[in-house]
């Protein structure tokens, strides 16, 4: 097949060309290069099966390809609060051109939507069928909201146009490639840690989040992508259930590098959500899929990786 991935040049898009390009498909990036980079996706160019595309998903653009995985959003609050109103019109505008480009070719598309859809959920774990708590005018509305409204559109295009449409709810998700500046919580931490600087907790590290490493995360887009079934439409949760508070990621990142961390406590940004833990179950009867990465092992990996960059 030809497959397009928009943010294919970021953290997770990098994975999932490699692991399409690996199983004989042609890969058509699409990146702007926000917060993406060449050099994730550097070891595809000798590839003939891999195309690279610079441009800007609020921009139409006509392509012919047989699936989309959308990816293109910038993911860390750090990089979505920069640009709020252009983190909008990413989800949105971005959104309503791949679905146009997937009702017009007929192709397949999945989108990646977001825990953050749940918001700061009164509801433990999270299931797909709730509606979540997100406040519509804050810092982080620009990405939660925008995620929202995509979905909408995913729905929207699927009943009145017939597009074949996929709705994966990622779970935090960390591993190789994050950027070191990138701001989320796993990158900082070891970042910080292998600098022998104070690891920066928000808050008093109570709250909580599931941590999918991702290999795991992409191997869930890819069986999502592929199967079928009559509600094969409605959204579905991809991360792993082991839940663990800030506090607990932070002596957990401590013991895989095998230094006596320092930590120091800093103020919790606004809406940052108390608690998170994917329901899995949609996962593992739609597509047979469970995480099979514990935090440990994939803590092990993304610190073997920080380690070269942090060196150099
Ligand atoms: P990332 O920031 O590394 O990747 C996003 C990519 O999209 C980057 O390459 C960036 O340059 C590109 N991009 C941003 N705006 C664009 C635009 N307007 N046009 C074209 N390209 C654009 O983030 P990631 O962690 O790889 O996340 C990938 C997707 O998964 C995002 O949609 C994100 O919302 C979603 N997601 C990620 C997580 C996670 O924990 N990593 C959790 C939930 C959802
Ligand atoms: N966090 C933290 N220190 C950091 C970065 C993040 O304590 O240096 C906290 C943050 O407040 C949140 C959790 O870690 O409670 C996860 O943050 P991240 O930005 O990784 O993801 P999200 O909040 O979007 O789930």
Same mark, same amino acid.
């Given at each position: 097949?030809? #497959?397009?991935?928009?943010?294919?040049?970021?953290?997770?898009?990098?994975?999932?060309?490699?692991?399409?390009?690996?199983?004989?498909?042609?890969?058509?990036?699409?990146? $702007?290069?926000?917060?993406?980079?060449? !050099?994730?996706?550097?070891?595809?160019?000798?590839?003939?099966?891999?195309?690279?595309?610079?441009?800007?998903?609020?921009?139409?653009?006509?392509?012919?390809?047989?699936?989309?995985?959308?990816?293109?959003?910038?993911?860390?609050?750090?990089?979505? !609060?920069?640009?709020?109103?252009?983190?909008?019109?990413?989800?949105? /505008?971005? &959104?309503?051109? /791949?679905?146009?480009?997937?009702?017009?070719?007929?192709?397949?598309?999945?989108?990646?939507?977001?825990?953050?859809?749940?918001?700061?959920?009164?509801?433990?774990?999270?299931?797909?069928?709730?509606?979540?708590?997100?406040?519509?005018?804050?810092?982080?509305?620009?990405?939660?909201?925008?995620?929202?409204?995509?979905?909408?559109? &995913?729905?929207?295009?699927?009943? !009145?146009?017939?597009?074949?449409?996929?709705?994966?709810?990622?779970? $935090?998700?960390?591993?190789?490639?994050?950027?070191?500046?990138?701001?989320?919580v796993v990158?900082?931490f070891?970042?910080?840690?292998?600098?022998?600087?104070?690891l920066?907790i928000?808050?008093d590290g109570s709250q909580t989040r599931s941590f999918?490493?991702?290999?795991?995360?992409?191997?869930?887009?890819?069986?999502? &992508?592929?199967?079928?079934?009559?509600?094969?439409?409605?959204?579905?949760?991809?991360?792993?259930?082991g839940e663990f508070t800030m506090n607990e990621l932070a002596a957990e990142i401590g013991k895989t590098?095998?230094?006596?961390i320092?930590v120091?406590?800093?103020?919790?940004?606004?809406?940052?959500?108390?608690q998170?833990?994917?329901? #899995?179950?949609?996962?593992?009867?739609?597509?047979?899929?469970?995480?099979?990465?514990?935090l440990a092992?994939?803590l092990?990996?993304?610190?073997?990786?920080?380690?070269?960059?942090?060196?150099?």
């Open positions: 097949m030809r #497959i397009l991935v928009t943010g294919g040049a970021g953290f997770i898009g990098s994975h999932l060309c490699e692991r399409l390009l690996s199983e004989g498909h042609e890969v058509i990036c699409l990146d $702007n290069f926000f917060t993406g980079r060449k !050099q994730n996706i550097v070891q595809l160019f000798d590839s003939k099966s891999f195309e690279l595309v610079r441009h800007d998903v609020t921009e139409p653009i006509l392509l012919e390809v047989d699936q989309i995985y959308n990816l293109a959003c910038p993911a860390s609050p750090v990089h979505y !609060q920069y640009n709020p109103v252009k983190t909008v019109k990413t989800s949105v /505008m971005g &959104m309503i051109n /791949m679905l146009g480009m997937a009702k017009r070719v007929k192709a397949r598309i999945l989108q990646a939507s977001t825990s953050e859809i749940y918001g700061d959920p009164l509801v433990h774990p999270q299931t797909e069928d709730y509606f979540g708590n997100v406040n519509p005018i804050g810092l982080r509305s620009c990405y939660d909201e925008g995620k929202r409204v995509a979905e909408t559109l &995913m729905m929207d295009y699927h009943r !009145q146009n017939a597009v074949d449409t996929r709705i994966v709810r990622i779970f $935090n998700t960390y591993g190789k490639r994050m950027l070191e500046n990138d701001g989320r990158s900082n070891v970042v910080q840690a292998l600098r022998g600087d104070e920066t928000y808050g999918c490493y991702v290999s795991d995360l992409v191997d869930g887009l890819i069986r999502l &992508m592929n199967a079928e079934s009559e509600d094969i439409h409605m959204p579905v949760n991809i991360g792993n259930p590098i095998g230094t006596d320092k120091k406590y800093l103020p919790l940004p606004q809406d940052d959500p108390k998170r833990k994917p329901n #899995i179950e949609r996962a593992k009867n739609l597509l047979g899929w469970s995480p099979k990465v514990p092992e994939g092990g990996k993304t610190v073997a990786y920080f380690r070269q960059i942090v060196k150099t």
